[in-house]
Nanobody, 123 residues
Framework: QVQLVESGGGLVQAGDSLRLSCAAS????????MGWFRQAPGKERTFVAA????????SYADSVKGRFTISRDNAKSTVYLQMNSLKPEDTAVYYC????????????????WGQGTQVTVSS
């Protein structure tokens, strides 16, 4: 069992930056590919970014490429999502995910989930 706890969400203005963190516990962190998803009000949860077990491979949704950066610190069992140039359409609850099946598996939405952190971007 892996426990994931997100933090760092908040209310910001368009153009601002925010860094989300997701702290993992329960299993060896480096055994898991990690990902971020988001869910806007009234919409389905969608993929945002993913990173392989040791950070050598990353993947992003087209809507965030060039603005968001996913990274991880295996010594701290934490994955980050640096969000720059935020837009109102980035407003959503952001969820952290973990999957031992690798980056393709975590992108598919299987594995473990955190409880989410709210990001609100005002115009």
């Amino acid at each position: 069992q892996v426990q994931l706890v997100e933090s760092g969400g908040g209310l910001v203005q368009a153009g601002d930056s925010l860094r989300l963190s997701c702290a993992a516990s329960g299993r060896t962190f480096s055994n898991y590919a990690m990902g971020w998803f988001r869910q806007a009000p009234g919409k389905e949860r969608t993929f945002v970014a993913a990173i392989s077990r040791y950070g050598g491979t990353t993947s992003y949704a087209d809507s965030v490429k060039g603005r968001f950066t996913i990274s991880r610190d295996n010594a701290k069992s934490t994955v980050y999502l640096q969000m720059n140039s935020l837009k109102p359409e980035d407003t959503a609850v952001y969820y952290c995910a973990a999957d031992s099946g690798g980056i393709a598996a975590v992108k598919g939405g299987s594995g473990y989930w955190g409880q989410g952190t709210q990001v609100t971007v005002s115009s």
